[in-house]
């Protein structure tokens, strides 16, 4: 879908602003400025901008031999909860929002109170499954390290049907212990290719009662690993981003692409430094702005409580968006789905 549909006539969005924002970043990345001409969209609508945390334990931390969370997904440790709620807190009190994915084995333990409260503060939280299954998957065993470990915890199911309960367990455990239905649905893992060619889980997740998912992880460029990202590997996020757009499936479904670059890729992968990671979201919110586009921001706080200690990143998003004067808005991805533009045949 071209997110140019997006584009809403009653903005206030000014030519010189675009040029000002699109210079100051074309002067970050060292590269020549691109003048916007008066043919192009001279007006744009609000960028939504989400911040969303999936709350899962994440392979590699908080130390590099750690490997055993690919087996407990769910199972979070004390930092992780106490940052997530953390978060929340600094966000409640900057205007933002954190829409944060739960993965519903965590429902099991003793003390939910800290999702409780990330719940009462009204930030929403939606459904990553129970173990965090790969929904792609077509193998039963394929769909979780925990399941080759321990094969009778599938019970001779298909891989849909895995999937399904997967699913059906968190929307269920978040009901009877936070009270709350899911708001959304996020697949463990991102795909380029979404769910484009997967019109059975499209049906399966709206069957489950989700209107949208997000699934797509856009491809762009790494840089090696202890490596300064150069501009080409920005202008790569820039432009994923800006390409990887909501859109509407064939099913009705509604897709909201995480936005690059993940806190996995910059930090594990590629070992950046905070600074490296700030930069990056900077430069998408501001193409965000320019463009009226959605940035949908993704991290773990199991990964960020080790990177970002002292919650920059929140911070510095909160901060984008109220100095914007009302170009742009934090938002939960259930508003950003509404406002994709639907096709009229
Ligand atoms: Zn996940």
């Given at each position: 879908?071209?997110?140019?549909?997006?584009?809403?006539?009653d903005s206030?969005?000014?030519?010189?602003?675009?040029s000002?924002l699109?210079?100051?970043?074309?002067?970050?990345l060292g590269i020549?400025?691109?003048?916007f001409?008066a043919?192009?969209?001279?007006?744009t609508?609000?960028?939504q901008?989400?911040i969303?945390f999936?709350l899962?334990?994440?392979?590699?931390y908080p130390?590099r031999?750690?490997?055993?969370?690919d087996?407990?997904?769910?199972n979070?440790?004390q930092?992780?909860?106490?940052?997530s709620?953390k978060a929340a807190?600094?966000a409640?009190?900057?205007?933002?929002?954190?829409?944060y994915?739960c993965v519903?084995?965590?429902l099991e333990?003793?003390?939910?109170q800290?999702?409780?409260?990330?719940s009462?503060?009204?930030?929403?939280i939606?459904?990553h499954?129970?173990?965090?299954?790969?929904?792609?998957?077509?193998?039963?065993e394929k769909?979780?390290?925990?399941?080759?470990?321990?094969?009778?915890l599938?019970?001779?199911k298909?891989?849909?049907?895995?999937?399904?309960?997967?699913?059906?367990?968190t929307?269920?455990?978040?009901?009877?212990?936070?009270?709350i239905?899911?708001?959304?649905?996020r697949t463990p893992?991102g795909s380029?290719?979404?769910l484009?060619?997967r019109?059975?889980?499209q049906?399966m997740?709206?069957a489950?009662?989700f209107s949208?998912?997000?699934?797509?992880y856009?491809?762009?460029?790494?840089?090696?690993p202890?490596?300064?990202?150069?501009?080409?590997?920005y202008?790569?996020?820039?432009?994923?981003?800006?390409e990887?757009?909501?859109y509407?499936y064939?099913?009705g479904?509604?897709?909201i692409?995480?936005?690059?670059?993940s806190?996995v890729?910059?930090f594990?992968?590629?070992h950046?430094?905070?600074?490296y990671f700030?930069?990056?979201v900077?430069l998408?919110i501001?193409q965000?702005?320019?463009?009226?586009?959605?940035?949908?921001?993704l991290c773990?706080p199991?990964?960020?409580y080790?990177e970002?200690?002292?919650?920059e990143?929140?911070?510095?998003i909160c901060k984008?968006?109220?100095?914007?004067?009302?170009?742009a808005?934090i938002?939960?991805?259930?508003?950003i789905?509404?406002?994709?533009p639907?096709?009229?045949s």
């Amino acid at each position: 879908m071209d997110f140019q549909n997006g584009f809403k006539a009653d903005s206030h969005f000014s030519l010189s602003r675009r040029s000002f924002l699109s210079s100051a970043i074309a002067t970050t990345l060292g590269i020549q400025p691109y003048n916007f001409s008066a043919a192009e969209s001279p007006v744009t609508s609000k960028a939504q901008i989400a911040i969303t945390f999936d709350l899962e334990m994440s392979r590699q931390y908080p130390r590099r031999d750690m490997l055993e969370w690919d087996f407990q997904k769910g199972n979070l440790n004390q930092e992780t909860k106490a940052y997530s709620l953390k978060a929340a807190e600094i966000a409640s009190g900057l205007n933002g929002l954190v829409h944060y994915f739960c993965v519903g084995r965590v429902l099991e333990q003793e003390d939910i109170q800290w999702l409780k409260t990330i719940s009462e503060l009204g930030h929403p939280i939606g459904n990553h499954t129970y173990d965090h299954v790969n929904v792609w998957a077509t193998d039963p065993e394929k769909t979780q390290f925990r399941f080759q470990r321990s094969p009778w915890l599938l019970g001779g199911k298909s891989a849909d049907q895995v999937i399904r309960q997967n699913i059906r367990l968190t929307t269920e455990a978040m009901k009877q212990r936070l009270n709350i239905s899911p708001d959304g649905f996020r697949t463990p893992g991102g795909s380029s290719t979404a769910l484009d060619a997967r019109e059975d889980l499209q049906n399966m997740l709206l069957a489950e009662g989700f209107s949208w998912v997000s699934s797509k992880y856009p491809s762009h460029k790494y840089s090696s690993p202890d490596t300064e990202p150069d501009n080409d590997i920005y202008q790569s996020i820039l432009t994923a981003q800006k390409e990887a757009q909501p859109y509407i499936y064939p099913s009705g479904l509604v897709e909201i692409p995480m936005s690059p670059i993940s806190d996995v890729g910059a930090f594990r992968t590629s070992h950046w430094k905070l600074k490296y990671f700030l930069k990056s979201v900077e430069l998408c919110i501001q193409q965000a702005i320019e463009q009226g586009s959605v940035f949908d921001f993704l991290c773990h706080p199991s990964i960020m409580y080790v990177e970002d200690p002292h919650f920059e990143t929140v911070k510095l998003i909160c901060k984008l968006v109220n100095q914007s004067g009302g170009r742009a808005e934090i938002v939960g991805l259930s508003d950003i789905a509404k406002s994709v533009p639907r096709k009229t045949s």
